[in-house]
């Protein structure tokens, strides 16, 4: 069975600094991808950065980039420079792909990332 | 850049109606919808993926006749929460992908279900 892993419920980075927030995930299907989302207190959904289970390098979007590591089954995300918008929950996803052709995506219990001024 | 809309935003009902969502992608051919239940302070939990021509494949512990799933076309999706309860009330998101794994889901704005 598929499972996703965020052990820090909660964390705290000082303005311009960076951070890196740990996800790590179980599969036993060889071809999948791993997913960042951002979620603010207004709700909505915004996604950050994407990668797949066969690409060679780290993925980088900006001030965000994921640290994967194959081996270890972790995509940690690492954001540099923090800005007090950045605060927010954080969702790490995992999706794979059905025999019948479909896809199933599941979310970690997330992040809570606090940015202090 | 690709929009979800979820309808209604907020809704608020006697126990023992029943509530239909709607899910619309408006600008691109979602041949999957997912749709997710979040509590309070809490992660997204997957009830249901809805793919093209296909049933929506329910997860474990989701009761398939308390919410029905109608994956009508490729741009609307519908859960129905059949016969609410308090129990039921919660945050409820969809969610709509384009034809390939490696695209990102995009979200409606979610619809808060409050159950009298």
């Known amino acids: 069975a598929q499972k996703i892993t965020q052990t820090q419920p909660g964390m705290f980075v000082q303005e311009k600094e960076a951070v890196t927030l740990d996800c790590t995930y179980d599969?036993?299907?060889?071809?999948?991808?791993l997913f960042w989302y951002k979620q603010p207190s207004s709700g909505e959904m915004i996604f950050l950065i994407y990668?797949?289970?066969?690409?060679?390098q780290n993925a980088t979007e900006g001030r965000y980039s994921l640290n994967f590591q194959k081996a270890r089954k972790s995509a940690n995300l690492v954001i540099s420079a923090s800005q007090l918008g950045d605060s927010a929950m954080y969702f790490c996803?995992?999706?794979?792909?059905?025999?019948?052709?479909?896809?199933?995506?599941?979310f970690g219990a997330g992040t809570r990332l606090f940015v202090k001024a | 850049g690709a929009v979800v809309s979820q309808h209604p935003s907020w809704v608020i009902c006697k126990s023992g109606t029943s509530v239909k969502i709607e899910c619309r992608s408006l600008?691109?051919?979602?041949?999957?919808m997912f749709w997710y239940r979040q509590f309070p302070k809490q992660s997204l939990m997957l009830m249901a993926t809805?793919?093209?021509?296909?049933?929506?494949?329910?997860e474990q512990g989701v009761e398939k006749d308390k919410f029905l799933i109608n994956h009508a076309s490729l741009t609307l999706s519908t859960l129905t929460v059949t016969s609410a309860h308090p129990e039921d009330s919660s945050f409820y998101i969809c969610?709509?992908?384009?034809?390939?794994?490696?695209?990102?889901?995009?979200f409606g704005d979610g619809t808060r279900l409050s159950i009298l």
């Open positions: 969610s709509a992908l384009r034809r390939g794994g490696n695209q990102p889901q995009h």
């Open positions: 996803a995992m999706r794979e792909a059905f025999n019948t052709g479909g896809f199933k995506t599941i």
């Open positions: 599969t036993s299907d060889p071809s999948y991808g």
């Open positions: 809805s793919n093209e021509g296909s049933k929506a494949t329910y």
């Open positions: 600008d691109f051919q979602a041949t999957t």
């Open positions: 990668q797949g289970s066969y690409d060679q």
